[in-house]
């Protein structure tokens, strides 16, 4: 059983609240990302860390940001939420380095801004 | 840069059916293949990989493989449950882009009792 969380499991907010999505592992893996789930199911890459201080920007354009102050610790935050960022949202994380392992999904945060 | 194309869906079976998710990857490296699994209202978590040509990954009863000249990873069962239903995903992961991993669409499966 994979060891990362995510929390909250749902959250419904207003628009212009800020928030932050947690996410923890405690498999000691290097690298961390985000995604964004649409309704069609296809993920889209949002964010992503290779180790501490090191964060960049995926594949989708978002207007959240990240943070990798320690290693088991990704936390996502949205300044102002709107009704455009409902959506289901995934933390995963990997082994570092140039292994091609596989990731480790939590089980999603669905966020809904009213 | 790196892509994985899979069979669109939705994908509906009969119970005891055979199943086939055609998938196939373009990578500039050797990359690792996988399909994973995600149930309603869940993460993706592993169904099987393979990480060179030739392997074959398998488990619950699915399979898939490694097939390199035609770039291709297709996922098989040869009898689905309803409990087999749920969105499936084929992915790669590449050496050559720092190991980040790239994911298909997902396609969807129903199987009726």
């Known amino acids: 059983e994979a060891d990362i969380y995510q929390t909250p499991r749902y959250l419904v907010i207003g628009t212009g609240k800020k928030i932050t999505l947690e996410c923890s592992q405690t498999?000691?893996?290097?690298?961390m990302y985000w995604y964004q789930q649409d309704p069609g199911m296809e993920l889209h890459l949002i964010h992503y860390?290779?180790?501490?201080?090191?964060?960049e920007k995926g594949d989708l354009s978002s207007e959240s940001t990240v943070s990798r102050i320690r290693t088991e610790h990704f936390p996502l935050t949205l300044e102002s939420a709107r009704p455009s960022h409902t959506s289901q949202y995934l933390c995963?994380?990997?082994?570092?380095?140039?292994?091609?392992?596989?990731?480790?999904f939590g089980q999603g945060t669905r966020l809904t801004v009213v | 840069g790196d892509s994985v194309t899979q069979m669109e869906g939705p994908v509906t079976l009969s119970e005891e059916a055979f199943l086939t998710i055609n998938c196939t990857y373009t990578a500039t490296g050797y990359p690792s293949l996988f399909w994973y699994v995600q149930y309603p209202g869940e993460g993706l978590q592993l169904l099987l990989k393979a990480t060179k040509a030739d392997d074959k990954g398998s488990n619950k009863g699915f399979e898939a493989t490694y097939r390199k000249e035609t770039t291709s990873f297709h996922l098989e069962k040869g009898s689905v449950q309803v409990s087999d239903s749920a969105v499936y995903f084929c992915?790669?992961?590449?050496?050559?882009?720092?190991?980040?991993?790239?994911f298909g669409d997902g396609t969807t499966l129903t199987v009726k009792p």
């Open positions: 995963a994380s990997s082994e570092g380095g140039q292994k091609n392992t596989e990731a480790f």
């Open positions: 498999m000691g893996h290097d690298k």
């Open positions: 860390s290779y180790g501490v201080n090191s964060t």
């Open positions: 992915a790669l992961s590449d050496r050559t882009n720092a190991g980040k991993s790239t």
